[in-house]
């Protein structure tokens, strides 16, 4: 990436303060459409297609935009990109036909896109990257947390199509950090041919089954989990113990993103990624042995950890760093997808155990090859230099 790699901490902050307000109304999506679809004019069984289009949306257009940012720069594209997540919140409370509303998600993915890699462009050029990368997490993560926190007290005051308003109305300080990011250095050199998706590296290959596994079969099981492993409990127990782990794992995003960061510009980021994804594989193996609570921790702590620096690790072997972000995030989010699908495949199947063996013992082999061997991998854990 050219341009100063002195840019202030502020910068990236400012990035990420901007998506993290972006993000509100799509957050209060979540809990509020699966029960309220009918206030809001659509079918229940558009619910899902609601919810994941605007991942399906990125998928595709993580790619695009390299070019836009490489043509117009990081700014200007992360001011436009605010400006339609306001847009496609208010609109939430307007839309009352399927149609508008998957207009307003599809409009919600490719501002979210936009922001995310422009987030992450800003972070990359800080010398401390992998702080810059930790803690841009963190912020985001703040965002939809803070949204979720107040769902319950707008549910219980306002009704729908006020509440969006409101959440529009609150979303436009991401207008104001994104126009107060800085003009200079901003624009990001253009790969000499069409940037397309390349066959995966070895750490994108990680990032897409981890995704798979971790963003989605055991987000998505993690209830069934408990059910099968503990013949004490009861369905609501388990929601219950799902939704604190899934708590949990949005704390860990916010808390442990920066720490981090923080260490991995003291031993490197390779050596971060590759550590924590081995603790998430440990953590994964204790699920599939019973412990679910034990192997979520392990999990949810050092995979936060993990998908915080794995952007600043893609731009290793790339000569083109929004590129590489992109080119990763694109893994991330088809994973993701996948995994959520099977996810809900597996719910009521016999088969939900030897899937997360076998994605387990893939992710361990995978990890295994991008290391190199496992005499390495075990002098890894004794280098600290």
Same mark, same amino acid.
Not at 158 to 165: A, D, G, L, P
Not at 327 to 354: C, F, K, M
């Given at each position: ?172 300080? #991401? ?67 799902? #939704? ?51 192997? #979520? ?76 061997? #496992? ?11």
């Amino acid at each position: 990436m050219s341009g100063s790699k002195g840019t202030g901490l502020k910068a990236s902050a400012f990035a990420a303060l901007a998506l993290a307000f972006a993000s509100f109304g799509d957050a209060f999506l979540y809990p509020f459409l699966p029960v309220n679809f009918e206030s809001v004019g659509v079918h229940v069984i558009w619910v899902g297609l609601l919810l994941s289009i605007n991942r399906l949306v990125r998928i595709i257009s993580n790619t695009m935009l390299v070019h836009a940012f490489a043509k117009y720069g990081l700014r200007s594209i992360m001011i436009l990109a605010a400006t339609l997540a306001v847009i496609s919140t208010l609109g939430y409370g307007f839309a009352t036909s399927l149609v508008a509303w998957l207009l307003l998600r599809v409009l919600w993915g490719l501002s979210f896109s936009a922001m995310r890699i422009g987030t992450l462009g800003y972070a990359l050029h800080h010398p401390r990257q992998g702080f810059a990368l930790g803690l841009s997490r963190s912020i985001q993560e703040a965002g939809p947390m803070l949204s979720l926190l107040m769902a319950p007290i707008l549910l219980s005051h306002f009704e729908s199509r006020i509440i969006f308003y409101l959440l529009a109305l609150l979303s436009l300080p #991401a207008l104001y950090f994104a126009i107060k990011l800085p003009i200079e250095n901003d624009k990001t050199r253009a790969s000499a041919n069409k940037w397309i998706l390349h066959w995966p590296s070895t750490l994108n290959t990680l990032t897409f089954f981890s995704a798979i596994v971790i963003d989605g079969i055991i987000v998505v099981v993690l209830g069934v989990l408990f059910l099968q492993y503990r013949d004490d409990i009861s369905l609501i127990t388990a929601t219950t113990l799902a #939704a604190f782990y899934l708590g949990y794992r949005r704390i860990c995003l916010v808390i442990l993103s920066p720490a981090g960061g923080w260490i991995a510009d003291k031993i490197g980021l390779d050596r971060v990624f590759n550590l924590s994804m081995l603790f998430v594989v440990i953590g994964l193996v204790i699920i599939v042995c019973g412990w679910i609570g034990t192997g #979520a921790v392990i999990v949810f702590m050092f995979y936060s950890m993990n998908a915080a620096i794995t952007p600043g690790s893609a731009t290793k072997t790339h000569s083109h760093s929004l590129a590489a972000v992109a080119e990763n995030a694109t893994w991330r989010d088809l994973g993701a997808a996948i995994g959520t699908l099977l996810g809900g495949v597996l719910i009521s199947s016999s088969y939900l155990n030897p899937v997360l063996i076998m994605t387990t013992f893939a992710l361990g082999l995978l990890l295994l090859i991008h290391i190199g061997t #496992a005499q390495k991998a075990l002098k890894l854990l004794y280098s600290w230099k």
